[in-house]
């Protein structure tokens, strides 16, 4: 039960949190920003873990993402990385969007390394 | 007054049964996986009834499961680490430890004693008790000759208290004898291809394959002849055609040999391959709507059906193993993660993620018997995989 707590306590602190940064970019709308969670926790998760601690994948965890160029990250997303299983995501979301759900990440709040 | 006693006597003994669960046989009992809230439903398969929710199993994101050899009890392995061993009969989480920080499957022994369970983090296999879940034995997926840290895939047990494993990053094959499971005796297989990101082993546990995610083709180890190595089948698969981004690695765990056959989930292609399950010549490719997932046999080995990554999760195909031929194509709800047939092949049933239900089909019929309610379901798994090699 404690990581799925932890991972709905994260997803409130990540929306509260989010309405300081949404105006002053491009958000998504609400439901499109819905559907990029229910992929990154889905389908993103299916490498990176549900709880995006990793697995295949590495972990997306702010500890993971801090100090990572957000122009970096976003093209991870967008373009995938040659040499490993990650794909492109391009197909599916624009940059706008990549750059949300990074800053998303890394607006979570850290989990403790215990759990 | 003996016809009192004897009357006091049934009354109690009948109250003493009611509080007893209902005595059921477990090879018609299977368990879901409900990955986000970390419960799993024992349910069963001629009612088609769900007999309880158990619940305190951790983070179920990626899991799996066996089952000890009498039925009863479940091993379910949780991404956190977890192994949780959970009576089918009378619905406790009976034992639970945390072994390792990710991790994401397992097996058991053949004489049932040894779990097994691999990990990511840190990577490498350890074996349990499993009456106890008392830590046996710690193999760190350390290469020597490199220092190379893996994270290990494919686990499936072999006879002869046997595991066999792959290292994706290593790129090897490593067979587990576990004889003394105290002191487990391993044989390396280095340089069988990039990147194994799956394995499995075959019904009659003579093979042990590693799907590879680096090139197309498939690492063999024929265990009856384990002196001539691993060798290399289903080569250059695509053929030749540009390799597509895979949006969810496929499994080779499961029922994949149909008859003389053996069907395999393409990577990065929209097919299924089909070999000589002999030779391992690859006899034919039937395209598919999508990135294969789950490319399974029913027993009976007449249909094999598959599903798919995303963004085609929502489709399921079925193929006529005597035609050769795509014969439904159904769309049966959004995020069909996993599927599992019955012992003998009579239903199968779906995991539908995304709508929070599980959809059951009769498959001679193709059409749906009923649909029961589960909390984001993913892996399905019937108590018959106790009795079988490689599950």
Known sequence: MRPLRLLILACCLGLSGMSAWADTSNAPDPARQQALLHLLHQDCGACHGLTLKGGLGSPLTPQALSGKPMENLVATIMNGRPGTPMPPWKPFMSEAEAEWLVQWLQSQKPLDPNQ | ?391
Not at chain 2, 253 to 270: E, L, M, N, Q
């Open chain 2, 1 to 391: 007054m003996k016809t009192l006693l004897t009357t006091l006597m049934s009354a109690l003994l009948l109250a003493g049964c009611a509080s007893q669960p209902v005595a059921r046989g477990t090879a018609d009992l299977g368990i879901i996986i409900e990955r986000a809230s970390g419960h799993i439903r024992i349910v069963e398969n001629s009612t088609h009834t769900q007999l309880a929710n158990v619940g305190g199993l951790g983070d179920l994101s990626h899991a799996a499961a066996v089952f000890s050899r009498d039925g009863r009890f479940a091993y379910v392995f949780g991404r956190d680490g977890g192994i949780s061993k959970v009576d089918l009969l009378t619905h406790q989480l009976v034992k639970r430890v945390l072994q390792a920080g990710n991790s994401i499957g397992g097996a058991i022994s053949s004489d049932g004693r040894i779990i097994a369970a691999q990990n990511y983090q840190p990577g490498g296999v350890k074996l349990f008790d499993a009456d106890t879940l008392a830590l046996l034995a710690d193999i760190p997926a350390l290469d020597p000759a490199t220092g190379v840290v893996s994270k290990v895939v494919g686990l499936a047990d072999l006879p002869g208290h046997r595991f066999a494993f792959s290292l994706f990053e290593a790129g090897q094959i490593w067979v587990v004898d576990a004889s003394n499971p105290r002191q487990p005796v391993i044989t390396r297989y280095p340089h069988i291809g990039q990147q194994p990101y799956d394995g499995l082993a075959t019904m009659d546990g003579r093979y042990y394959m590693a799907g590879l995610y680096g090139e197309d083709g498939v690492a063999l180890l024929d265990t009856w002849y384990p002196e001539k190595g691993v060798t290399r089948v289903l080569n250059g698969y695509g053929q030749g055609a540009e390799k597509q981004p895979v949006y969810k690695m496929p499994h080779l765990r499961g029922w994949s040999v149909a008859g003389d056959y053996a069907f395999f989930p393409s990577i990065g292609h929209k097919e299924a391959i089909v070999a000589d399950n002999r030779s391992w010549e690859i006899r034919r490719h039937i395209p598919l709507a999508g990135q294969p997932v789950f490319v399974m046999a029913r027993p009976d080995g007449k249909q094999v059906w598959a599903n798919f990554a995303f963004p085609d999760n929502d489709t399921v195909q079925v193929i006529d193993v005597p035609t050769m031929k795509v014969v439904r194509t159904f769309k049966p709800c959004k995020g069909v993660l996993h599927f599992e047939f019955t012992a003998r092949g009579d239903q199968v049933w779906l995991s539908c993620r995304d709508e929070n239900r599980v959809e059951v089909y009769d498959t001679q019929t193709l059409e749906r018997i009923t649909t029961l309610p589960a909390d984001n379901p993913s892996g399905i798994f019937f108590g018959w995989r106790a009795g079988r090699l490689g599950m």
